[in-house]
């Protein structure tokens, strides 16, 4: 079974992709060597950081979605507890 970049420990992954700066930036923090990986003070100085993403409205969908997530969440937490 090889890597699937969708899935995270077994469930769907919900983030969105990454711009190219966003890639940029989190390849060079990912380096393994401290030495050519990125400081946090030239990581602060990115290109990333100074670009917006491109912004979207919110459905209704997207709100009842935030919503009902929301309400499992606090209902998993109390379960715990």
């Not at 890597?3 to 700066?21: D, F, I, M, N, R």
Request: hydrophobic share 35%.
């Amino acid at each position: 079974m090889g890597y699937e970049p969708t899935y995270v420990h077994g469930e769907q992954c919900k983030t969105s992709a990454l711009s190219a700066e966003g890639y940029d930036l989190l390849e060079i923090m990912l380096h393994c060597n401290p030495e050519t990986r990125v400081t946090a003070v030239d990581a602060l100085d990115h290109p990333y950081f100074e670009t917006a993403p491109e912004s979207k409205a919110l459905t209704p969908e997207h709100l009842a979605q935030l919503k009902r997530d929301r309400s499992a969440a606090l209902a998993a937490a109390k379960k715990v507890n």
